[in-house]
């Protein structure tokens, strides 16, 4: 099992670019998210989905939007990239069975100039 | 909405000396993770705490859950080179499938 992969690892863009992270998982989970890291600032949910055909709104979800392909996959897209979303992007699964751990990936560096 | 402190936000130690990082919530927790990050890398799934007095122990580390369930200690006991990392506490929300995490804790062990 390959656990939950993301791509890309690293991206710079431009203001106003657009682009989309890839996330998939192969546990056959059924909740999925994104999280953006910021020094200290912790994790901060942005999207998740708890089941495929539903996503919901995290904490801080403006500029983002999400789409839950199938089970397996979860992608995040920025539409018009600002510097502020310069962050460490990390997608993650859970079964949400106890003990409800969630499963995450390697995260994905981006930079906004 | 549920709050997590955690403290300290950073920690600087010798190699095997004992240290503690702290989780504290604004609400009753019901379900308490302590996560590892290595230095850009991925979260890694340390342990899970859910009932009031819980006590879980991973090789030298050792999370407590207070009676009251509204704190949580991370105790590691002799602290070795690979314990550097950044350590999370998040917290489940009641009734949705989501946790809410802490800032981190950036320890560094020096030999």
């Known amino acids: 099992n390959a656990g939950v992969t993301q791509t890309p690892k690293f991206q710079v863009l431009k203001t106003g670019q657009s682009m989309t992270l890839q996330c998939a998982q192969d546990m056959n989970h059924n909740s999925m998210y994104w999280y953006r890291q910021d020094p200290g600032m912790g994790l901060r949910l942005i999207y998740y989905s708890a089941s495929e055909g539903t996503t919901d709104k995290g904490e801080v979800p403006n500029g983002y939007n999400v789409s839950r392909l199938n089970k397996r996959e979860f992608s995040l897209r920025l539409e018009s990239a600002a510097p502020s979303q310069t962050s460490v992007y990390f997608c993650?699964?859970?079964?949400?069975?106890?003990?409800?751990?969630?499963?995450f990936g390697p995260g994905t560096r981006l930079t906004v100039t | 909405s549920q709050e997590l402190e955690q403290s300290p936000q950073s920690l600087i130690v010798q190699e095997g000396k004992n240290l503690t990082i702290n989780c504290t919530s604004s609400?009753?927790?019901?379900?308490l993770y302590w996560y590892k990050q290595k230095y850009g890398e991925g979260l890694i799934f340390l342990m899970m705490l859910q009932k009031g007095g819980e006590e879980k122990s991973h090789e030298k580390i050792t999370a407590k859950l207070d009676e009251k369930k509204q704190q949580s200690s991370l105790h590691i006991t002799a602290s070795q080179p690979s314990h550097a990392g950044i350590y999370l506490c998040g917290a489940e929300i009641q009734g949705a499938q989501k946790l809410v995490f802490g800032q981190g804790t950036r320890l560094t062990i020096n030999p």
């Open positions: 609400k009753t927790l019901y379900g």
């Open positions: 993650a699964s859970t079964k949400w069975t106890p003990p409800y751990e969630q499963y």
